[in-house]
């Protein structure tokens, strides 16, 4: 029941000498400030067990002690564990309404250190908002600067922004207003007693050079092109957001070659690395960075692929497992928003979806978000062939419906692609998506004739049509997987009854991921060649491999 070593979410407290009460407050309040945790009282840093201190050993007067020590007060759960010496264990939530403080003032926070341990460190003011935007309590982007004024914005950065909004179809109505109305309608400025102060979004789109380093100096971006270990390119750029997207997307067009593919009678150019998906991560990288830190949005061009990177992790309620999943919503909104209206960002909030969309529609490797850490989001669209079945497959059927597949619909042709032969249940695994939108989407892709299904309940596997499958080597790899219930499914079991004293209806569904009928009439055909014999009768019947 006791954990072996210390973690972001656990730590250990030796209580041999009575740790001090002021000690446990700052240690409730740095995990009610991170990710929530455990405290042991009786642990050493090692691991060993020595037990509790009687003064400590209440746990229900313990609560009240806490929770009248802290602001606000932390609802914390404890209980006394009996190991090799009793222990106790105070369990902390983690505070979704604010930051949490101890009643004299102290405010703390948990990190990792170099070597892997955690420790309790200060949680300083410059810090605050990173945690209020977290939990999304705080849209930094929106905060008015006092500082500066309307003459800080570049009459070029206007223009740029307006000929973006023409470009990208964004609201055009935005550009029947004056220049304060836009400001004002795009939440660039903020009116303040009738004086017009800039907000960060103001500045970040539309702001000087020198008002963006004198006001926000860590809005900075890179990009590189890495060859092995060569360095080909390194720009470090500060400049508006508008300008550095536009430069970025530049630079990374000059490094962006395109195979061509066939599609029945035409050839179709493939880029590398998607322009529409390239577009979408950047201005995603700009608009959830946290500004409030320093760092950069780093764009590298590398033998493996294209990465992107911006200060910051994901925020509250987002995790790689979830990204197409969640609900859309980021750390900076008024940026979000304004970039939406000029045009660059999807306008459901959902770009996420297109960088997906980018690699999916061609059967690429998937987008990796697996070097996202707490402190920065880290994106890799790796370099990979497109499948020329799957492109035309997707584009074949987008051309039928008339309009884009969904992503779903993406991720579940892409998971038949590498996995024939799958069930509903294991391609919601693949893909993440829930049982019940598979079984719609396969369902749909059956009549459409581009998913073959097998068997029945729930043992019923899925590959793609052969109509998907234009060469001959791939007809023969599609008639190989189709055929394997016939040809293959008998085989197997005879194997199995060969190295088994006997074997029952479920150990071939579990063999061959069949339905339970299915089972049954394979073993009743090989009784009737005469290659098995059956034990008993009944649902339970068992069988004995005898020769054939």
Do not use: C
């Not at 990792?112 to 460190?121: F, L, Q, S």
């Not at 939440?187 to 303040?192: A, T």
């Not at 859309?328 to 209206?341: E, F, Q, T, V, W």
């Amino acid at each position: 029941m006791l954990p072996k070593k210390e973690t972001l979410t656990v730590e250990f407290k030796s209580d041999r000498k009575k740790y001090r009460d002021a000690d446990i407050f700052d240690a409730v309040v740095a995990f009610a400030n991170t990710e929530g945790g455990d405290l042991y009282l009786g642990i050493e840093d090692s691991g060993e067990v020595t037990g509790v201190h009687k003064d400590h050993e209440d746990p229900t007067t313990l609560s009240a002690y806490i929770a009248n020590n802290t602001v606000p007060p932390v609802s914390i759960r404890a209980e006394i564990i009996e190991d090799v010496y009793p222990v106790l264990k105070i369990s902390v939530p983690k505070s979704y309404g604010g930051i949490t403080a101890t009643s004299s003032g102290k405010v703390l926070h948990r990190r990792i250190k170099a070597d892997g341990t955690p420790e309790n460190v200060p949680m300083y003011p410059s810090e605050f908002a990173t945690r209020l935007s977290d939990l999304r309590l705080l849209d930094y982007s929106a905060m008015p600067v006092f500082e500066a004024s309307v003459d800080d914005f570049d009459p070029l950065e206007i223009t740029r922004l307006k000929q973006l909004i023409r470009s990208y179809k964004g609201d055009v109505s935005l550009l029947e207003l004056t220049d304060t109305d836009l400001y004002k309608a795009l939440g660039l400025v903020r009116d303040i007693n009738g004086v017009l102060y800039p907000t960060i979004t103001g500045l970040l789109l539309i702001g000087t050079v020198s008002a963006l380093k004198r006001f926000i100096p860590t809005e900075t971006a890179s990009f590189q092109v890495l060859e092995g270990t060569e360095v080909r390119v390194n720009e470090d750029m500060v400049m508006p957001v508008l300008s550095t997207i536009e430069q970025l997307n530049q630079y990374i067009q000059a490094w962006n070659p395109e195979q061509e593919i066939e599609m029945g009678l035409f050839r179709l150019s493939v880029p590398d690395f998607n322009k529409r998906a390239i577009r979408e991560a950047i201005v995603n990288a700009f608009s959830h960075r946290d500004y409030s830190k320093m760092g950069r949005v780093r764009v590298a061009i590398t033998d493996e692929g294209l990465r992107i990177a911006n200060p910051g992790g994901f925020i509250e309620g987002v995790t790689i497992e979830n990204l197409l999943t969640a609900e859309p919503h980021g750390r900076n909104p008024l940026l979000a928003d304004a970039l939406k209206r000029i045009g660059l960002a999807e306008r459901t909030g959902r770009g996420i979806d297109r960088i997906y969309e980018g690699s999916l529609a061609y059967g690429k490797l998937l987008p990796d978000y697996s070097a996202t850490t707490s402190v920065t989001v880290s994106l890799l669209i790796p370099r990979s062939k497109p499948d020329p079945q799957i492109a035309a497959l997707v584009s074949n059927e987008q051309n039928r419906l008339g309009r884009p597949l969904s992503v779903d619909w993406l991720l579940i042709l892409n998971a038949l692609k590498d996995m024939p032969r799958s069930t509903t249940g294991q391609l919601a695994e693949t893909t993440n998506v829930s049982e019940t939108v598979v079984r719609g989407i396969v369902d749909k892709a059956i009549e459409s004739g581009i998913v073959d299904g097998f068997g029945s309940g729930r043992g019923r596997t899925y590959m793609l049509s052969s109509n998907v499958y234009k060469t001959k080597s791939a007809r023969i790899g599609y008639v190989r997987q189709a055929d394997i219930d016939e040809t293959r499914y008998t085989e197997l079991i005879i194997n199995m009854a060969k190295a088994n004293e006997y074997i029952a209806r479920a150990d071939v569904v579990k063999l061959l991921h069949v339905s339970d009928s299915k089972a049954y009439s394979l073993l009743k055909k090989l009784v009737k060649l005469g290659i098995l014999e059956p034990i008993n009768k009944g649902r339970y019947a068992k069988y004995r491999y005898i020769g054939g």
